[in-house]
């Protein structure tokens, strides 16, 4: 089984629609969650992060994170074509140098 | 915000022969860098963690004796693929911690490098 589990998508969607990407992992230890955004060809960038539980917006995303249940989400709301990209998710222990990425989910916003 | 770049772009090489991928911090001292492997629709895959003066830290599986890697200063890493083959043709992509910035766990990736292997 691996640490964090992605579904790699591919998803489609209509412009303007609510889009909701996930990532489930079994590592207790991870206190720092990320989503990373990465164009095609391009090196990811990062969007947003949270420690350890609870929301938190920007602009038009928010990230969600609940513990308890190893479960980690991103919510993109009025999602535009310029949001196509794929989206991973990332995760680290408190102090880690590294961090673990799940798979990545491909998201198309048709105009 | 950190920028982190790389060179070249996109290389081309025979079967045998060996490619060296820079890494470079442009505002910020990094101690530690990063170097991942990304096979296409997949995700990353981390092939070492290198510190500024010290050894890297190749993860298991990868051939330290096939991929290179040298920390040499704080804004500058390279990644050696020595005698290439195809199965090597991939996107090479590094990144950086920056120390000093807002969120220390944050990793700042370069552009990517794509190898091909004839």
């Known amino acids: 089984q691996k640490e964090v589990e992605q579904d790699p998508g591919p998803l489609s969607v209509p412009e303007g629609a609510i889009v909701s990407l996930n990532c489930t992992y079994s590592?207790?230890?991870?206190?720092?969650f990320m989503w990373y955004r990465q164009y095609s060809r391009k090196g990811p960038e990062l969007l947003m992060y949270?420690?350890?539980?609870g929301n938190k917006e920007d602009g038009r995303f928010t990230a969600q994170v609940d513990k308890s249940s190893k479960y980690i989400s991103l919510f993109i709301r009025d999602s535009q074509p310029s949001d196509s990209a794929t989206y991973l998710c990332a995760m680290s222990p408190l102090g880690a140098q590294k961090l673990v990425f799940g798979q990545g989910t491909r998201l198309t916003i048709n105009p | 915000g950190a920028v982190v770049s790389q060179h070249p772009s996109w290389v081309i090489c025979k079967s045998g022969t060996s490619v060296k991928i820079e890494c470079r911090s442009l505002d910020f001292q990094a101690t530690t860098m990063f170097w991942y492997r990304q096979f296409p629709k997949q995700s990353l895959m981390l092939m070492a963690t290198?510190?500024?003066?010290?050894?890297?830290?190749?993860e298991q599986g990868v051939e330290k004796d096939k991929f290179l890697i040298n920390h040499a200063s704080l804004t500058l890493s390279t990644l050696t693929v020595t005698s290439a083959h195809p199965e090597d043709s991939s996107f090479y992509i590094c990144s950086a911690r920056d120390p000093g910035g807002t969120f220390s766990y944050e990793q700042y990736f370069g552009p990517g490098t794509r190898l091909t292997v004839t």
């Open positions: 590592n207790s230890a991870f206190q720092y």
């Open positions: 949270t420690y350890s539980s």
């Open positions: 290198s510190n500024e003066g010290s050894k890297a830290t190749y």
